[in-house]
């Protein structure tokens, strides 16, 4: 167990009536009790204030994941973790919308430790007063759409398919041509159609990808490039993003994991460097200087960016993705993608591939000749326990550069 952990107040929720006698093995200190009434009762007390919610649950699993979603909306900075059997598809989307972190019944002291400790890293940073008094001055935030709200809706009924996820995309016609140009481009490697149309995306690449993919076209649509801003280019941004989303869905893959850590790889990756965005827009003269000055210091950009503003592009970035009630863990790999030795983590995850991706692939230069790329961590790697699958993950991105740079 974490000392690290030993002032920090975790709220125990337990769905399982008749388990009344397990203790939740932390160093933390914690509170128990057995129903969403009381759960919700206690986040709301004047007394307390909780840094980590965990609801364990074999059965009650539509409760805990409202429970979950509305600690979301009411009590930013508070970590979510669900414990809980064995997910199907659908339930294990609807996990990863809300928690940080869903661990299996049988799941060991040393993961719900690291899960804790993980999501309460991610919070407070998103919550940082400095990082959201500093977004908040940049301006007006891109709003979330109100196709998305439709498109969360469908998926949160068990029922809805195809159709109805297709005739919600094909409400906004300039949504249809930016997903269709990404669908239909060597993005997902699907070569032998010449052109997909809608429903054909949705069935082939699934419900949630296609909503990943109606977020990425509004959110970059909603912060074009003007003509004050010749930092860098919005489009070669862009483009980058889809080869390193690319990539790290590929490496994902190839790590041996499933779907939905793979979609959550993909969108982190297109979103990566959102954040950069919203400091060029916001306060453009002062992040030229900023990217003025980190050639003159030769020193990366995340860091002149913390040295000057007090928030980094990546920071940023996840404060807006995190507002838009987007993965939490997709959100932590946005994060920490420059540092992922600060995360917290432990183990693979979309944080990995991401770092992986964006460090292994050629990087983009803005007009100073600075590298808005990552930079690889080796020790990162190595604390996971992954630096021995190096080589292999070096070669596949190098068949990404290839495409990249034809």
Known sequence: MSDALSDKLV?????????????????????KVFSIEEAKKLLVADHVSFHVLVIKTDSEFSDAISLLRSARKDHPGLGRILIT??????????????????????????????????AIRAEQLLNQPQLRDYVSSLGHLPSFPAI?????????????????????????????TKILQLVNSSYFGLSSHNFFTVK???NLLGLRTIRDLVLTAQL????????????????????RSVYVSQLAADIVKQAGYDRNMQ??????????????????????????????????LNQPLYVVEKLMLGATHAQAGAFLLDRWNLAPEMVHAVLFHHVPNASGD????????????????PPLFNAMGVNMGGRLSRDYLTSIGVINELPKWEMVAHDVARVMRN
């Open 148 to 176: 998305l709200h439709d498109l969360d809706e469908a998926l949160r009924s068990e029922t809805a398919g195809i159709k109805e996820i297709s005739d919600i995309v094909q409400k906004d016609p300039g949504v249809v």
């Open 11 to 31: 709220l125990f929720c337990e769905l399982n009536p008749h388990k009344h006698e397990a203790e939740l093995p932390l160093s933390a200190q914690q509170t």
């Open 220 to 239: 970059f649509e909603a912060m074009p490039q003007t003509p004050e801003w010749r930092g860098f280019s919005f489009d070669q941004l862009q483009q």
């Open 200 to 202: 054909e995306a949705v």
């Open 346 to 361: 432990m183990a693979f995850s979309a944080l990995t591939a991401v770092h992986l991706a964006d460090s292994l692939l």
């Open 85 to 118: 059997h064995s997910l199907k598809p659908f339930e294990a989307g609807q996990a990863a919308e809300v928690a940080h972190r869903c661990l299996s019944i049988d799941h060991s002291e040393e993961e719900l430790s690291e899960a804790v400790d993980r």
């Open 263 to 296: 979609a959550q790889a993909r969108l982190a990756g297109l979103l990566l460097d959102v954040g950069m965005l919203v400091l060029a827009m916001g306060d453009p003269e002062k992040y030229h200087q900023v990217m003025i000055r980190a050639h003159e």
